[in-house]
C-alpha cells in the first residue's frame, strides 16, 4: 500500500528555533509537495520536488529518492509560521489527482 | 484577482437538502480538483477533471457530482446532504498538460456544516 508518514504529528517550539518536519514514503515517486495550511484554513503550496533542495526565504525543503524521504526546515522560526505541514507524493497511476497525502503535521511556534 | 476563488465560505444546511459549491479559477489551468477534508484535518481527493477527463475517486458517494460549464469552472453538486459530509470542501487546479509535476493552486474552502 502506497503510504506517506509524517512526523512528528505535532511540535511546539520557541521562537527562533530551526524547525524540521520529515515525510517518508514507501515506492518510487515523481514528485513531492510540501502544503501550508494556516489556521484560518486556506491553503498554499510552498514547494512541488523531484530531487535535490529547494529554497524559499526561511523555508527549505529537501528530498532524498534512494532513501524515500524528504524534510522541511524552516529556520529562525516565528509565530506567524504556525501551520499545519502537509506532505503530499505522486504516485504513477495514484488516484484522481496522482496524489497520496500525509495527515500533516500541526506547528506552533511560541513567542 | 484571486487565483481559485470559491463560494461560499460557510455553509450550514440541514440533512436531506441539496446544495451547491462553486468554484472558479483564473490561472487558465487545465485540470480543477475537489478535495474533502475532515475533522482530523487529512485530505482526500474527490474528484479531477480536464475538459478531456473526469476522474472521479471510488469512494465518493455517487450524492456528490462535479458539473463544469467551462475551463475555468468546477462546481461541487451534494443531493441529499447527509450528517457525515460535514467537512472542509477544496478546490484546487494546476497545469497538467505544462507539466504533470505542476504545482497545485487552492481555494480558501468551503466549511460545510448539516445539521
Known amino acids: 500500500k502506497n503510504e506517506v508518514e509524517q512526523s512528528p504529528q505535532n511540535l511546539t517550539a520557541q521562537e527562533g528555533e530551526f524547525i524540521t518536519i520529515n515525510c517518508s514514503y514507501s515506492v518510487g515517486i515523481s514528485a513531492l509537495h510540501w502544503l501550508q495550511q494556516h489556521p484560518g484554513g486556506g491553503i498554499v503550496s510552498l514547494f512541488m520536488l523531484s530531487s535535490g533542495k529547494k529554497k524559499h526565504g526561511r523555508l527549505i525543503a529537501t528530498i532524498n529518492i534512494q532513501e524515500k524521504h524528504s524534510s522541511l526546515h524552516i529556520t529562525a522560526s516565528h509565530p506567524r509560521d504556525s501551520a499545519v505541514y502537509i506532505c503530499?507524493?505522486?504516485?504513477?497511476?495514484?488516484?484522481?489527482?496522482?496524489?497520496?497525502f500525509g495527515k500533516g503535521t500541526h506547528l506552533i511556534i511560541q513567542p | 484577482d484571486t487565483a481559485v476563488s470559491q463560494t461560499p465560505k460557510y455553509l450550514v444546511t440541514q440533512m436531506g437538502n441539496d446544495k451547491s459549491i462553486k468554484c472558479e479559477q483564473n490561472l487558465g489551468h487545465d485540470t480543477m480538483y475537489w478535495y474533502k477534508q475532515d475533522s482530523k484535518k487529512f485530505l482526500k481527493i474527490m474528484f479531477s477533471y480536464n475538459n478531456k477527463e473526469l476522474i472521479i475517486n471510488e469512494t465518493v458517494p455517487n450524492r456528490f457530482s462535479p458539473k463544469s460549464p467551462d475551463k475555468a469552472h468546477l462546481n461541487l453538486h451534494i443531493n441529499s446532504l447527509e450528517l457525515g459530509d460535514s467537512a472542509v470542501y477544496f478546490c484546487a487546479s494546476s497545469d497538467l498538460e505544462a507539466t504533470y509535476n505542476s504545482p497545485l493552486h487552492f481555494g480558501n474552502g468551503t466549511r460545510l456544516t448539516v445539521t
Open positions: 503530499a507524493v505522486r504516485y504513477t497511476g495514484g488516484g484522481a489527482d496522482g496524489l497520496t
